[in-house]
């Protein structure tokens, strides 16, 4: 089965730093485009960051351009999302979605658990 497990969050002081992973199974990672999702409470699911199947090629919302930075192992089959200087409006639920298989343009809508970071002093 497909699986999508994501770590690494936590709670953390403005202008800290924190990595997230997301290890992928069940499904062709490297043919996947990835992205990152966050949901605050009270509010929709907002779109964070993009990283197509070979990497390299990468976009984010303007919220996060300059601070975050998402990559990936091929070989590990894992997506991660760098945060840097971190805000306390960064405070959320933070999901991995395989969004699509670019060998058949196919839409994935895999989705992981999420992993909860706070951002506070």
């Known amino acids: 089965q497909v699986t999508l497990v994501e770590s690494g969050g936590t709670l953390v002081q403005p202008g800290g730093s924190l990595r997230l992973s997301c290890v992928a199974s069940?499904?062709?990672?490297?043919?996947?485009?990835m992205r990152w999702y966050r949901q605050a409470p009270g509010k929709e699911r907002e779109w964070v960051a993009t990283?197509?199947?070979?990497?390299?090629?990468?976009a984010y919302a303007d919220s996060v351009k300059g601070r975050f930075t998402i990559s990936r192992d091929n070989v590990k089959d894992t997506v991660y999302l760098q945060m840097n200087t971190l805000k306390p409006e960064d405070t959320a639920v933070y999901y991995c979605?395989?969004?699509?298989?670019?060998?058949?343009?196919?839409?994935?809508?895999?989705w992981g658990q999420g992993t909860q970071v706070t951002v506070s002093s």
């Open positions: 979605n395989a969004w699509k298989d670019y060998s058949t343009n196919s839409l994935l809508n895999f």
């Open positions: 990283i197509i199947p070979a990497g390299g090629i990468t």
């Open positions: 069940g499904f062709f990672f490297s043919k996947a485009a």
